[in-house]
Nanobody, 110 residues
Framework: VQLVESGGGLVQAGGSLRISCVVS????????MGWYRQAPGKQREFVAS???????NHADSVKGRFTISRDNAKNTVYLQMNILKPEDTAVYYC?????WGQGTQVTVSS
């Protein structure tokens, strides 16, 4: 099973970005998928998760700004990020159980 993130980049504060994670192998439709992030000098932290049934959970720090979603036909999980803040700058990682992607860098300039 492989998790490959994409879509990161540089965006101004207040802007939006959508990152994606494509999963190859495994039964994606049965998986609870998550997004985590790690800023320089900080521990990796939970951002959002989505169950196989579509139930979602978002960290308080991103609630109302970020939305996790999935497309089982494409084996892809998304993170739509709106009203981005400089403190959202981090490497964002896709997660499935003990599996992690390589991460995608999101940088928000002030």
């Amino acid at each position: 099973v492989q998790l490959v993130e994409s879509g990161g980049g540089l965006v101004q504060a207040g802007g939006s970005l959508r990152i994606s994670c494509v999963v190859s192998g495994g039964r994606f439709s049965s998986a609870t998928m998550g997004w985590y992030r790690q800023a320089p000098g900080k521990q990796r932290e939970f951002v959002a998760s989505i169950t196989s049934g579509g139930s979602t959970n978002h960290a308080d720090s991103v609630k109302g700004r970020f939305t996790i979603s999935r497309d089982n036909a494409k084996n892809t999980v998304y993170l739509q990020m709106n009203i981005l803040k400089p403190e959202d700058t981090a490497v964002y990682y896709c997660n499935w159980g003990y599996l992690w992607g390589q991460g995608t860098q999101v940088t928000v300039s002030s």
